[in-house]
């Protein structure tokens, strides 16, 4: 997909799903690859938290700050234009109070251009989520495994398994779409509990992250789906393309042509003539 395409809407992302067609979501952190994804027919995009992990080599996502958040949103929105982009609420930027979580979406969508914010967690977070929209910023919902109570939850694991939590994902999945959430986000929840939310969502999305085919689209970490991080290879994402293999070859060829001497080659560097170079020399 080359050609300029129009501005996503929310109108056209519900269109896409009342169609019965799966809503593509990518996390993205930055100008290049952001233009790749837009020009890749990517409907939305996720400027995760888990750029704390990906791209600052945290173990976790909690360090991750308001300004960090800021900086990598505005890059993404400069490289995809035309593409739906999220901001995700890095952790304590919506926790202490409704107006603390309003001015921090206030800043993704003034600051760095967003389409809309995300924030983890069910009915305790309602309040916050009503303020937000109520300011006026299409707001989604995060449930499942959510990174940043991953201490809370006994580590990055399946969530929902068994029927008594898997009835309390369900009723926070509507208490956030009464409280106005346009889309939530079910991470590492059995398939069966995700058809259920997405079959009882009124006027909400719902999207899987390795939580099966029955939601109206689907998240991926880009650079699990690359072969970008080092550290492990979870089970819910599929390498696309092994980019992270290319990157390394390409990186040994060049230290290797650079310690031989056969880089840079004469058509990699530029010269001068030898008129002012000899009067260069007569300077001197």
Known sequence: MTEQRKKLTLPGLFKKAAEGKPITWLTCYDYPTAYLQEQAGVDMILVGDSLGMTML????????????????????????????????MPYMSYQPSNETAVRSAGRFMAEAGCDSIKLEGGAAVCDRIRAIVDAGIPTIGHLGLTPQSVSSLGGFRLQGKSAATAKKI???AKALEEAGAFMILLELVPDRLCKLVTERAKNCLIMSLGSGLDAHGQLLIYHDAFALYPKFKPRMAKVFADAGSVIRQGLEAYVKEVTEKTFPAPENWFGMTDDEYNELLSML
């Open 170 to 172: 369900l009723d926070d």
């Open 57 to 88: 080599g945290y173990d976790s996502t909690l360090p991750v700050t308001m300004d960090d958040m800021i900086r990598h949103s505005a890059a993404v929105r400069r490289g995809a234009p035309n593409t739906w982009v999220v901001g995700d």
